[in-house]
């Protein structure tokens, strides 16, 4: 079973370049989800979304952008790379409402020079 | 502000030593509750859930924790550590209404001496 899958798992990007993380699941959840993970800071939560059409802000939304046009797929874009966004990226998904589990991608380890 | 907050950033035990790491939160509505797991390297597990009913909660790999809801907490126990414990261990809450997704605290990480 596939679950959550993240590409790329490695990037290296130049300050003021621009990407697109993918993330994609399979299980036909309503709600997912990105976050960041640094040192000392547990995961930080930058956007999430409750359905497809619907996206909002987390914790510490600023330099990413997301769209969620269809169930499966809730890419991130860093739009112009800044050595602060170095970090860890994971992508969850996870059903509607509460009592439900999240389900996490492998992460993709994004460094910035 | 922090909302989930983890005391022990950085525990060192020996093999059989008796694990306990504190967790609380600050919101007074209904939660789920999580412990999750980060091995070296590795993506996150998940230990553990509450969602309701008995407040010990029995996890993989001998893991446990137990929510007292009047000191909005739900630490994580283990009776004997190996080293192969040895992880970052975050805890993690689902609030029933704002933010339909985690707030996690900062993490500990348990080193366990062989």
């Known amino acids: 079973n596939a679950g959550v899958t993240q590409t790329p798992k490695f990037q290296v990007l130049k300050t003021g370049q621009s990407m697109t993380l993918q993330c994609a699941q399979d299980?036909?959840?309503?709600?997912m989800s990105w976050y960041r993970q640094d040192p000392g800071m547990g995961l930080r939560l930058i956007h999430y979304s409750v359905g497809a059409g619907i996206t909002d802000q987390g914790e510490v939304p600023n330099g990413y952008n997301v769209s969620r046009s269809t169930t499966e797929d809730f890419p991130l874009r860093l739009l112009s790379a800044a050595p602060s966004q170095t970090s860890v990226y994971f992508c969850?998904?996870?059903?509607?409402?509460?009592?439900?589990?999240?389900?996490f991608g492998q992460g993709t380890r994004l460094t910035v020079v | 502000a922090q909302s989930v907050s983890q005391h022990n950033h950085h525990v060192i035990l020996s093999e059989a030593a008796s694990l306990e790491l504190g967790c609380n939160y600050s919101y007074g509505g209904t939660v789920n509750l999580f412990w999750y797991v980060q091995y070296p390297g590795q993506h996150l597990q998940l230990l553990l859930k509450y969602f309701s009913g008995d407040p010990l909660v029995k996890g993989i790999k001998g893991f446990e924790a137990e929510f007292i809801k009047s000191k909005f907490s739900f630490n994580l126990r283990k009776p004997s550590v190996q080293w192969s414990d040895t992880a970052e261990y975050f805890c993690a809450v689902k609030k029933d209404t704002g933010r339909r997704a985690l707030t996690f605290g900062s993490g500990t990480r348990l080193q366990v001496q062989p």
């Open positions: 299980m036909n959840h309503e709600y």
């Open positions: 969850a998904s996870s059903r509607a409402g509460l009592n439900t589990e999240a389900f």
